[in-house]
């Protein structure tokens, strides 16, 4: 871990934190709003026999775990970066439980450039990484769109070059 000290990293574009922000207020919704049927039921005496506090209590739990997470968005973002290195490709991610993932340039097997209807809207994709080994998967979001088909060819250039190699 001391050479990640020197490492240059390149955070991903600021623009992913209102796509996450609206992927998880989303999410959160249409899951509060699943858990709260029960309680709508119980209000209109659909369904009076259902427990109160599990009514209540569903919904809220995952509207206050929605709420913190969303509240995390930003910061969690801001976590996220990557580099590029003479040998291999480095991300590193999360919050409380960090996780940095070095990927050998010769052990990349396949790499893919996605962009779901909010990343288009905000101008952002994702690289997909796959080895051989699942554990060193990784797909990297908030690539900026006029940097993704670059970074997808340098990285399978430096792939070929290094398999060649062997």
Do not use: C
Not at 82 to 91: G, H, S
Not at 100 to 106: D, K, M, Q, R, T
Not at 124 to 143: F, H, P, V
Not at 144 to 153: Q, T, V
């Amino acid at each position: 871990m001391a050479d990640l000290e020197q490492v240059e990293w390149t955070p991903v574009s600021p623009k992913l934190v209102p796509a996450h922000l609206i992927s998880t207020g989303l999410t959160t919704l249409i899951i509060t709003a699943v858990l709260a049927v029960p309680l709508v039921l119980m209000l209109v005496d659909v369904w009076p026999a259902y427990p109160a506090w599990l009514a209540w209590g569903l919904p809220g739990i995952v509207l206050v775990w929605g709420l913190v997470d969303l509240a995390l968005v930003p910061r969690r973002v801001r976590a996220m970066g990557y580099a590029e290195r003479e040998d291999d490709f480095v991300f590193k991610s999360g919050l409380w439980f960090r996780r940095v993932l070095a990927v050998p340039y010769g052990r990349l097997q396949y790499l893919d450039v996605k962009e779901g209807p909010v990343q288009r809207r905000f101008g952002i994709r994702s690289l997909e990484l796959q080895t051989a080994s699942a554990a060193t998967n990784a797909t990297i979001e908030g690539i900026p769109a006029e940097d993704s088909e670059r970074l997808r060819d340098q990285l399978m250039a430096r792939g070929q070059a290094r398999l060649a190699g062997l």
